[in-house]
């Protein structure tokens, strides 16, 4: 997909096959949770398309409708006239933030939080200190705020001082290469999981090396710019775009890998044209581009997995995870009801509508907990959060794990077996 201002200037080619049949609204986890039109994908289509013909004039109330939408597409899925719900609403947002600017509160995440994330890497220790005095400590080693924080309010929080595999630590430029003898490949770890999931980027690096695979993770990396292009900061979303295509140029044809789901959509749709490497969701390239071994190893856990909406909706991979997962020996897996609900975090949406992203959360964690699993999986670590937040409120001691790890386990129980 382009990354000029394409959808910008085609928006009313992009709104055309609207035929308003609202066909859309009995998937939308928006609509569904509030109940009004306005916020329907149906809706927002009114508006935006009220908004280009000049009858509705730019307002906070159509920011926040417009803000309102978790990019889940789960409305493009359903729509039987194929419109881009979600690039009308990208689109959108970054018209209305030429006329009205991006609110504070998003320019502190986009143009300086996200962007220098990797350099914060060194502020570590000072950041797990003060989580321990701000939060108490639960279970899974994650961290209840005791009172309401900015941006995140009570909502629970990863630990942040926890072990960082050696390759996480350097907060300096250059890159570390988990070496290994057969194919080399860049390890795109993105903000959450290099921040909040450490456990996870060494659970990926763990099964690619047992599959001969080397893995070079470039510290240079910052945000693939999701969070800059959903807020409508196009300027913002190039700059990090071109920053990460100057260090894939360095590794020229080398496949990209990523454990984000989020990270992994907007690189396969937002990069095309700008890298060379292919880019591969972790579960997709174990079983389309490696020999997968199946660990021998045995689980005994009761596992349910949930579908991160950029994985299944954005990036057709909804097989390959639970393949996985059901290969590793001891595992019960149970499937969840209305698997493509979305677990309504959306990124910058759970810090900017703290309450509706937790209201859209119960339905999921309740059809999850009904599973009677003691372990939700998923491959997203922005999902992983939401859901142990939702769980840890309605008091469910389920843990909550990234495909990545439970295999991990699975081969280091072979190792301890053999
Ligand atoms: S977006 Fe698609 S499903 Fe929704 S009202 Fe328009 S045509 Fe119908
Ligand atoms: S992308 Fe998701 S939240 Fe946004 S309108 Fe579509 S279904 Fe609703």
């Not at 006329?99 to 350099?119: A, E, F, Q, S, Y």
């Not at 900061?233 to 990460?244: G, I, K, P």
């Not at 059809?367 to 999986?377: N, P």
Request: charged share 25%; net charge positive.
């Amino acid at each position: 997909m382009a990354v000029d201002k394409n959808d910008l200037n085609n928006l009313p080619r992009l709104l055309l096959p609207c035929v308003r049949c609202g066909q859309c609204r009995s998937v939308c986890p928006v609509f569904l949770a509030k109940g009004v039109e306005s916020d329907s994908p149906r809706g927002r289509m009114t508006l935006v398309r009220a908004l280009l013909e000049g009858k509705l004039k730019p307002s906070d109330l159509l920011n926040e409708k417009l803000q309102q939408c978790l990019l889940c597409r789960t409305c493009v899925m359903e729509c039987p006239s194929g419109v881009h719900v979600d690039r009308v609403i990208i689109a959108a947002r970054e018209k209305l933030a030429e006329k009205k600017g991006i609110p504070l509160k998003k320019k502190v995440i986009t143009r300086w939080l996200l962007p220098n994330l990797n350099r914060l890497a060194a502020f570590m220790p000072a950041a797990a200190l003060l989580e321990g005095i701000v939060a108490v400590r639960v279970s899974g080693g994650y961290y209840r705020p005791r009172l309401n924080l900015p941006l995140v309010g009570k909502r629970l929080l990863p630990s942040v001082g926890g072990k960082r595999p050696e390759f996480l630590t350097s907060s300096t430029g250059g890159s570390f290469s988990a070496s290994s003898a057969g194919r080399r490949v860049v390890f795109f770890t993105g903000c959450m999981t290099n921040m909040a999931y450490p456990r996870v980027a060494g659970a990926v690096v763990e099964v690619l090396r047992r599959h001969g695979v080397e893995v070079v993770i470039p510290k240079e990396l910052v945000c693939c710019g999701l969070p800059m292009l959903a807020a409508g900061d196009r300027e913002s979303f190039l700059r990090v775009r071109e920053e990460n295509i100057k260090v894939f140029k360095k590794y020229p044809g080398l496949a990209i890998i990523t454990a984000c789901a989020s990270c992994g959509s907007t690189l396969k749709e937002y990069y095309a044209g700008g890298i060379e490497g292919k880019v591969y969701d972790f579960t997709e390239f174990l079983l389309g581009e490696v020999d997968f071994q199946p660990p021998r190893g045995v689980v005994e856990r009761k596992i349910t997995y949930h579908d991160p909406c950029h994985l299944r909706k954005a990036q057709q991979i909804k097989e390959q995870p639970r393949r996985l997962l059901k290969s590793i020996p001891g595992v019960q897996y149970q499937e969840v009801k209305e698997p493509d609900r979305c677990c309504g975090f959306g990124g910058t949406f759970s810090l900017s509508f703290p309450d509706l992203s937790q209201e859209i959360g119960i339905t999921k964690v309740q059809a999850l907990m009904d599973t009677g699993a003691d372990t939700v999986v998923t491959a997203c670590p922005g999902c992983m959060l939401q859901l142990a937040d939702g769980l840890y409120n309605r008091q469910s001691a389920a843990a909550v794990m990234h495909v990545a790890e439970v295999l991990a386990a699975a081969y280091r129980a072979e190792e301890r077996q053999n």
